[in-house]
Structures are given as C-alpha cells and as structure tokens.
C-alpha cells in the first residue's frame, strides 16, 4: 500500500483526491492537513461521506507517510513540499508551484519570488508527454487545469511539424465554478455567475499563458504564441478549450484525425473522437479522461474542440495518475 497523506483536504482539488484515494485499492490516506480546521471532523467542514479528524500541519509524522499532495494555494505549496522532500517524502503538488522551469518566469507569472527555487527541477507531470520522466521521481509538477486541455488538444500536432510556425493560436477557454477554488470571491457568488457567462483575465495576462506556452514550445521545437482568452462558465465543473491553429493548408481532416487516433491510441484518459464529432463537458465530467474534437473550418485552419473535468484530469485526477506512475502501479489503478 502507498501511504498518503493530503495538504488542503478542506479545498475542491484535495477533497476531490480524498474521495477517490478512497476508492484506490493500492493507496491508503493515512492523514490529511487542514490549517483552518484542525482538530474538526472533515465531515464537519465539508458535507459528505468522508470522515476523519484534521490535522494541523504541525502535528504530522513524516514517518508514517510515502508522498503527499498537496492541494494548496501557489506560494503556500512550495513551503510544504521542501518540508515532505526534507522529511525523504516525496510529493506531487497541484498548485503552480513546482511547474515553471526558471524562478523569473515564475516570478513574471505569479508576482512574488519563488520561495523554494530548487523545486523547480520537478518534472512536468501530463503522463501523456513526458511519462518516462516521472517514474519513482521525488517530486511531479501537476499540470494546471487549462493547460492539460491545450496541450492535449494541440500535442499530435504541435510534435509532428503539420501548425504554421510562426502564426498564433487562439485559445478560447471556458472553466467551471469550482476551478476557482471554494474561497468566495465577488464574482463566484451565485446571483453573478449563475446563468452569467464572462471573460476575465484575456489577452496575455492570465497565469496560465506562461506554463501553455513553455510546454507548447516544448512540444513545437519553436516559439509558438498563443491568445488565450479563459471564461467562467455557470457550471460546477468542467473546462472546454476551443483552439484555432493555423495549419499547413494541404492536410485533410482525414490525415489530421489519423495522426491523432495513432498518436493517442494507447493513452487511457485521452479520447479521440469519431471524426464529426465535437467535444463537450458531459464527455468528461467526472472522469479522468480527455475528450478531443477536431474540425477542419477551412483549408488551413483546424479547429480543436478539448474537454476535461477540471477536478480530475485537470487536478486530482491526474494527480493520482502520476502517484500510479511514480510507484510503478498500472497507470489506470483507482482511476475507472
Ligand atoms: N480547482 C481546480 O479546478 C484546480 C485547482 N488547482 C490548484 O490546486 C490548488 C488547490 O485548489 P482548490 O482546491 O481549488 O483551492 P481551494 O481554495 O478550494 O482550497 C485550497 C485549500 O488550501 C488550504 N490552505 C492552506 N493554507 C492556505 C492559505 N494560506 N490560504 C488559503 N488556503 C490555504 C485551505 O484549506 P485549510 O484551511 O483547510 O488548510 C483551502 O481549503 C491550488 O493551487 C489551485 O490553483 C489546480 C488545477 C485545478
Ligand atoms: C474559473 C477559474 O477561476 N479558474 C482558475 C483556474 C486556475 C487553477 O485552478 O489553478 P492552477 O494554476 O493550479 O491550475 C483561474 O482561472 O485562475
């Protein structure tokens, strides 16, 4: 049994991970943090079938644990993992904290200085791309919510050469409620986003420009540039991202949906769709999986339609896809 243990259990990502480590037959939540409720029954905090007495973050014994998550706010979460890899647990963290290659893009993206630079050797962890890089590592950099949609919708394409370099792609996104976290905020209250539809953060301004693009150039061999426009859709979970990428004019929607079925042919979670067909959240809600649509607009510009849950493959759900891979467990263990 892997023995786990939760920072952020009282949040939608870290409880999330608790309901389905639950379900895990090859990992056991020993313990789970809360610093706001310590000393409460989880069941207590947050209305549901879990129960367990929280602990505060002093109260820990590293010793009794393999890895923990942690499902804390970015610059809170960096503190917590040096304190797991000086204790020789290892730790895959959901916030941003640890997936940023440089302490200067994380400081142009997240405005304060990296608390704990050496964590930064993490692998990025979407087990679709870089796999062999997160076998019985310390530490997985979890990929934030939409980025695993862009980069899964634009991968096959990115690595075979067949986008126009140099010519911008447009990312048009749409997160649910819970992508925000469960502390209340203004526009989160019920009467402003409920049957409300709003953009935020567009242009190059959103967090998430940063990471998208250091992994797209990865997967390009290229600078490749991005517009990324993110929208607070009024529903509970789920994000939908609507890629425009200019391509080579020549290629078919044939060809094109080829490379992707082959390209993912042996990926669990990834979900090519029957050419025709576009993705949408109830492809994926409460799930794992990624859904991809693909539609030829016009010669020379395909449209990716790409769809997860933002709580599981776009958090928890990849998460304990990467523990799986870290201990060398069958990649889909506690995921179906
Ligand atoms: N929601 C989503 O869809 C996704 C979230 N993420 C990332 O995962 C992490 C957790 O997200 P999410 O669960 O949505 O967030 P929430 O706001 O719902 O939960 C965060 C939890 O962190 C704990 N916490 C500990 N220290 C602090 C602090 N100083 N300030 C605020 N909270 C603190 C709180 O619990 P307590 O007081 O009980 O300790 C809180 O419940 C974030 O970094 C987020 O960016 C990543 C991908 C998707
Ligand atoms: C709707 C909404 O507000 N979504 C969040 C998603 C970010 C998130 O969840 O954080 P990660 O960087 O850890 O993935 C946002 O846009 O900031």
């Known amino acids: ?155 096959p394409l990115l690595e075979q050469g067949w986008w126009q370099t140099g010519q911008t792609i447009i990312i048009n996104a749409a997160s649910g409620v819970s992508g925000a976290g469960r502390a209340p905020k203004q526009h989160l209250h019920f009467v402003e986003a409920h049957e409300n539809y709003s953009p935020y953060n567009i242009g190059h301004t959103h967090r998430h420009v940063g990471e998208i693009e250091q992994e797209l150039n990865k997967l390009a061999n290229a600078a490749v540039n991005t517009i990324f426009a993110p929208h607070l859709l009024p529903t509970q979970r789920g994000i939908l991202s609507t890629i425009y990428v200019p391509i080579q004019p020549e290629l078919d929607l044939a060809q094109i949906h080829a490379l992707y079925r082959e390209r993912y042919a042996n990926e669990p979670f990834v979900n090519v769709l029957d050419q025709g067909q576009l993705a949408s959240l109830a492809h994926v809600v409460h799930t794992n999986d990624c859904a991809v649509g693909l539609t030829l607009a016009q010669p020379g510009m395909l449209i990716v339609t790409s769809a997860i849950d933002n709580l599981l493959k776009g958090a928890s759900g990849q998460a304990i896809q990467n523990m799986n891979i870290m201990f060398g467990l069958p990649e889909t263990t506690g995921l179906r």
């Open 1 to 155: 049994m892997i023995r786990v243990g939760i920072f952020g259990v009282t949040g939608y990502a870290g409880y999330e991970l608790a309901r389905w480590l639950q379900r895990h037959p090859k990992a056991s939540l020993v313990w789970a943090v809360s610093e706001s409720a310590a000393g409460k029954r989880l069941a207590e905090v947050v209305p549901g079938p879990l129960d367990l007495t929280l602990l505060a973050a002093n109260q820990v014994d590293w010793q009794t644990v393999d890895v923990i998550f942690t499902g804390l706010p970015h610059g809170v979460a960096a503190k917590t993992v040096a304190e797991a890899r000086q204790n020789g647990v290892k730790a895959i963290d959901l916030s941003a904290d640890l997936r940023l290659d440089s302490p200067a893009a994380y400081t142009r993206w997240y405005d304060h200085t990296h608390p704990h630079p050496e964590l930064l050797n993490a692998p990025y962890g979407l087990p679709e791309l870089n796999r062999a890089a997160l076998v019985d590592v310390p530490t997985i950099a979890n990929p934030g919510c939409y980025p695993t949609s862009v980069l899964l919708g634009l991968a």
